[in-house]
């Protein structure tokens, strides 16, 4: 219930919701991700705001029926701007028992559940776990049949059987009939919340256009479930979430994954720069690797590589031949990579290092969110190794974030890390298409001359002799006649780029390196604070959490609670202004999807005492747990700490 | 491979100004000088030259060459070569690698680069020997070998880099030695003509921690009983007068045979366009240690599609199906509505 608008005053206030949580849930094989998509896109095409939370596990197919298995999809959809998919569920669709069983604690009190009554046999129960105890003398215990749902609105459906009913005319075995019970479901909810059919129809005509008989049986199954709402009084009435009166201009609906690709495909046309993207298969991350590959008329070549270090090593050769080297992946793949993130450092070549965080350690989480590798990008290699971090905070965020790491990358001649996370990368939130002629120009000159005259007079090339203002070195690349020369890992002398062991050198070129990747805060704009400038307490974030956090600022200060937060893009160098900025409030609070790395880093930065709130259960933050923080901290302020912010 | 007129040049115009550091009497001297003298013969220019290394002895090579290189990771420059020739199919790329760089950090990428047929020549200097970090045992060594880290001598069985190569469906695999300049030259000017991944592996002795390794075979009093001249097409002969020869038996292996006892027709025709690599794998292991007649040159030299050449007629094929590419109508692709 996050975002609320007060609309009681509104005439027909039964049937009205100002916003509307659904979570799809049930096995692996139900296709829930497939019906909450649906769900998402026929809402965003009637004008909803709204923002999603895939929920899946990593095996493909755990074993059936168990709560191992289920996949779920949650979506936020409202008449207003809204940035989280919704704390707790207002309706939650379970497709069989192991589904109730894993996400009932989710539901609001007095939420709706409906159930596909079909899938709650004995057998269905103990997979579920609903069982009176374990060993021999175990029974099922059938949560229909208790009190346990009392408290909720329940709608029993016999799914399975209503869709087997309405494919036997067409000729389709039950077997084959019942996979198409998920759009039964969807087919219900659309009626409940008065959703378009038509938009729906047209796009199963299509999907299944190969199978014309799984076409039928979709639409079959969509047309009975909404039937059976309108004509069964058990369903009741319906409700209705209107359009949002979001911003002018042209919309679609946008994962993170999506747009980040999308924000590199446009970084090279706005580079002019040619694209090689290195990469290795890895979830939350491999989407980017599909994606970019279907894009090639933008000049865009993709290999998928090896491993994790050759798919940076592509990345990194590409950029020394002159074209926007990247790599995409996820934590385990970005400590693979850390050596040769360091060699990048070393011989200072633009490069983009693509983190879609996921939890860990190791394999830990692969297909829920966090964000625990920020110690990774800011410290994760040997040597004296600083570089730039971005992260994005949105999914429609991920395409500036893309664009902005690519122009520092460029300017500076060094690899940049950006960071995503499973959140952003799977959910998704309508996108305002950004006028395409307003994007910055990226690009940067290659060097063509000699940039030096020696003694005697003759002009050479020196591939370490820098800019003065961005003290990035020049970018030379294969073909260029006269300018061949060399990098490698080993210490280099400033300026001729030869390789050079004295003590002073390898101090001088440590602090110029450093020293580069500082001089990229004079470009990075100044941290924006909302909500209460002058209040005590101040949310501090980065990352995926904007969502929640805005949406808790929000609601405290509706409910009176003055608060301030500001969101930083910029991890690495920090913005300028933050010090001063994070010195002007008695409190700030810094929720992260990690134990604290941010909160650890700022406080050795600038010896300010931050209060971190940590969550890593591999999904986001509720708004809620950050009013919670919120509340405590305005609190716990002092009598002479309250109101002493200037 | 540009096809403008390239200027002529000499090798002091492949020769680069920084010093070279290895150990006096290295083989890595005599495989660089047979490369830079190479270079001018070859017909490309320097700026279209790179020269991508690894880690190790061989991998300073970079540094001497005055092309555009990267002395880069240890064992990772199959993977760095493959960005620099599949973003830019126009140059000559080659791999400077050892045989610890190349076959045990780097096993994994070599055999890519090699299955996948990219575009670079690999120079594989193998002696046996980790000479960089003062004389371990490599994954050449043989068996039993005494190095510092194995007192009571290796227990490692060793890989036979050509079977590694061959395995890998390596389309050019090639063997030459520090010793012959111009069999070096040759080799790798075969190597470079090769459309696709060419291996060479190169019998390189050092002087410092595994000094005479391959002198059974290579060196000058033993050459003609010991080293095997492959020709493409011709029959598989040796010895001093050609005396003995290659026969491949009715068991369906190769054997050494006087060439007196089987007469010539009996004696294999080296054939290195042969589609199946088994005569080739037979070639690279006919020689069980170093004191056995050991076959030289081009064992297999295939016409295979080659990687980058692949990946850039995919741009090409895209643009041209697609138009070049337009960022609003990306944007647009997967279905938008209008807010007034």
Not at chain 2, 176 to 202: C, N, P, W, Y
Not at chain 2, 209 to 218: H, I, K, L, P
Request: some cysteine; proline content about 6%; glycine content about 8%.
């Amino acid at each position: 219930m996050t975002d609320t608008i007060d609309r009681s005053n509104t005439a027909d206030h039964d049937r009205v919701l100002d916003h509307l949580v659904v979570r799809f849930a049930g096995d692996s094989g139900d296709g829930m991700q497939l019906t909450g998509d649906r769900f998402t896109s026929v809402s965003a095409s009637f004008g909803n705001d709204l923002s999603t939370l895939p929920d899946f596990p990593a095996e493909i197919r755990a074993p059936a029926g168990t709560v191992n298995g289920v996949s779920a999809f949650q979506v936020n959809i409202a008449d207003h701007e809204i940035t989280t998919p919704g704390d707790d569920p207002n309706v939650l669709v379970a497709m069989n028992a192991a589904a109730l069983k894993a996400d009932l604690h989710r539901l609001q009190p007095g939420g709706t559940l409906i159930i596909n009554e079909d899938s709650f046999g004995e057998r269905d129960l103990e997979k579920a776990g609903y069982v009176t105890e374990y060993g021999p003398n175990s029974e099922p215990i059938n949560p229909l049949e208790d009190d346990s749902l009392n408290g909720y609105r329940v709608l029993r459906v016999p799914m399975t059987t209503l869709t087997k009913q309405v494919c036997e005319p067409l000729g389709i075995k039950p077997r084959d009939a019942e996979r198409s019970k998920n759009f039964f479901a969807l087919g219900l909810v659309s009626w409940m919340y008065t959703r378009p059919v038509e938009p729906t129809e047209e796009w199963i005509g299509k999907k299944f256009a190969k199978n014309k008989q799984v076409a039928a049986a979709n639409k079959a199954a969509f047309r009975a479930g909404f039937n059976f709402g309108e004509t069964t009084e058990a369903v009741g009435h319906r409700y209705e979430v209107r359009p949002a009166t979001l911003p002018a201009g042209t919309y679609t609906s946008i994962t993170g994954n999506t747009a980040l690709s999308w924000g590199l495909v446009a970084a090279g046309q706005l580079a002019k720069l040619p694209i090689t993207l290195g990469s290795y298969p890895i979830t939350p991350a491999s989407d980017i690797l599909h994606e970019l590959s279907k894009h090639k008329q933008f000049g865009i070549r993709t290999v998928q590589a090896e491993d994790e270090i050759a798919a940076v090593g592509v990345a990194l050769g590409a950029s020394f031949a002159g074209h926007l080297g990247i790599t995409t992946t996820s934590g385990p793949g970005v400590a693979l990579k850390s050596e040769t993130i360091s060699l990048a450092i070393a011989i200072e070549l633009p490069m983009l290092i693509i983190d879609i965080q996921r939890g860990g350690p190791s394999t830990g989480l692969p297909t829920k969110t966090e964000a625990s590798d920020l110690n990774l990008a800011l410290y994760g290699r040997h040597g004296e190794s600083p570089l730039p971090v971005i992260a994005s905070y949105s999914p429609a965020h991920c395409f500036h974030a893309a664009i902005e790491a690519a122009r520092i990358a460029l300017k500076y001649r060094t690899p940049v890390i950006l960071l995503s996370d499973g959140y952003l990368a799977n959910g998704s939130e309508p996108w305002k298409l950004p006028d395409v002629g307003s994007l910055p120009d990226i690009s940067v000159p290659f060097t063509t001359e000699p940039n030096h005259v020696t003694a005697d007079g003759t002009e050479d090339f020196w591939p370490y002799l820098r800019d003065p203002e961005t003290l990035a070195r020049p970018w030379a690349i294969p073909g260029t006649p006269g300018l061949m020369h060399r990098v490698g890992g080993l210490e280099k002398a400033d300026g001729t780029g030869n390789i050079d062991y004295t003590p002073e050198n390898h101090e001088h070129m440590t602090e110029l390196r450093a020293a580069k990747v500082a001089a990229v805060a004079a470009d990075i704009p100044p941290t924006e604070v909302s909500g209460d400038l002058d209040a005590d307490v101040l949310v501090l974030g980065w990352g995926s959490t904007w969502a929640a956090i805005d949406a808790a600022v929000q609601r405290r200060r509706r409910a009176g609670v003055k608060v301030a937060k500001a969101h930083i893009t910029h991890l690495s160098p920090l913005p300028p202004d933050l010090g001063d900025l994070l010195r002007r409030y008695e409190r700030v609070i810094l929720p992260e999807l990690n134990r604290g790395q941010l909160a650890h880093h700022l406080r050795g930065t600038y010896l300010i005492d931050i209060t971190s709130v940590s969550k890593v259960q591999g999904l986001p933050f509720k708004s809620r747990e950050i009013e919670d923080a919120i509340d405590t901290a305005v609190t716990n302020l002092s009598d002479d700490q309250r109101g002493a912010t200037s | 491979m540009s096809t403008e007129q390239v200027a002529v040049t000499t090798k002091k115009d492949w020769t680069s100004s920084q010093e070279v550091r290895w150990c006096p009497g290295c083989g890595d001297y005599g495989i660089l000088l047979a490369v830079q003298q190479l270079m001018p013969e070859l017909g490309v220019a320097p700026e279209n030259t790179v020269f991508v290394s690894g880690i190790g002895c061989s991998s300073r090579f970079p540094y001497y060459m005055n092309t555009y290189g990267m002395h880069s990771i240890h064992g990772r420059a199959p993977a760095i070569a493959t960005g620099v020739a599949t973003a830019r199919p126009d140059l000559d790329v080659w791999v400077i690698t050892g045989d610890g760089d190349g076959l045990s950090i780097g096993g994994n990428h070599l055999i890519h680069a090699l299955r996948r047929n990219v575009n670079l020549n690999i120079l594989l200097f193998n002696n046996r020997i980790y000479g960089l970090t003062k004389g371990q045992y490599s994954p050449t060594s043989e068996v039993g070998k005494v190095t510092k880290s194995t007192p009571m001598g290796s227990v490692d069985a060793p890989f036979n880099p050509l079977s590694v190569a061959l395995g890998a469906e390596a389309s050019f695999v090639a063997r030459t030695h520090d010793l012959d300049r111009k069999h070096m030259q040759e080799t790798f000017k075969a190597a470079h003509a090769h459309q696709g991944a060419s291996f060479v592996e190169i019998y390189q002795n050092c002087n410092v921690f595994n000094d005479v390794q391959f002198a059974g075979a290579t060196k000058k009093a033993s050459r003609d009983e010991m080293m095997i001249d492959l020709a493409h097409g011709e029959p598989i002969l040796f010895g001093n007068e050609n005396q003995r020869g290659v026969m491949q038996g009715t068991d369906g292996f190769l054997h050494i045979v006087e060439v007196a006892d089987v007469g010539l027709d009996r004696i294999l025709v080296h054939d290195e366009k042969n589609e199946h690599p088994s005569l080739a794998f037979a070639l690279a292991r006919l020689n069980s240690d170093d004191h056995s007649p050991t076959p030289f040159g081009v064992f297999r030299n295939i016409e295979r599609a080659e990687y980058t050449k692949s990946v850039s007629d995919q741009v090409l094929a895209a643009s041209e199906a697609n138009g070049p590419g337009d960022l609003n109508t990306l944007l647009a692709s997967n279905g938008t509505w209008t807010v007034n």
